[in-house]
């Protein structure tokens, strides 16, 4: 029978495959990334659009203002009413609920990798003692947020109130 690999040839090939695993096992090191829970909770709040807060009704909302111009900066409201004399009464009313779940997992595993020539061939190996834990909390809060917009007869803004509140 003729050998396929001389020896020479037959550690050249341990080598490079001892040397593609290490490479294999970095590679999935650097890939693997983690987000802490303040960073997972910025990724969901942003939402791309404008919020509606107290701050946005202190600064942009002024008696006099028509209608149009305070539905361009707070949306259209969730209810149109109106009061005694007929005029209109726009109320926002916002509810949020968050929730934030930060959990986190370490371990230690030792990873052994060998290779050696038996007989005619290669052998690999890898294996080892390994360790892990994981531990997770969690809270939830509301905020709630009403706006009331009341209007005068030629629907310009005549009073407007506002309730914050976090629980």
Not at 24 to 52: K, P
Not at 77 to 100: L, S
Not at 106 to 120: D, E, Q, R, T, Y
Request: net charge neutral; glycine share 12%; with cysteine.
């Amino acid at each position: 029978m003729i050998p396929l690999f001389n020896d020479e040839q037959r550690a050249s090939l341990a080598t490079h495959h001892l040397q593609a695993s290490y490479l294999v096992c970095i590679t999935i090191l650097f890939l693997s990334g983690c987000m802490t829970a303040a960073e997972h909770r910025a990724a969901v709040r942003a939402d791309g659009g404008s919020q509606l807060t107290v701050g946005t009704v202190q600064r942009e909302i002024r008696v006099g203002m028509p209608g149009s111009e305070v539905a361009r900066i707070l949306g259209s409201p969730n209810i149109v009413t109106t009061d005694e004399n007929r005029r209109e009464v726009w109320v926002y009313d916002k509810i949020a609920t968050d929730r934030v779940y930060s959990t986190s997992a370490g371990g230690v595993s030792a990873l052994i990798l060998g290779g050696a020539s038996v007989g005619g061939g290669i052998v690999g190996g890898a294996g080892g003692p390994s360790y892990s834990s994981s531990a997770g909390a969690s809270s939830t809060s509301q905020r709630t947020l009403t706006i009331i917009i009341k209007y005068d007869e030629q629907t310009r803004v005549r009073d407007f109130s506002y309730h914050a509140s976090s629980f």
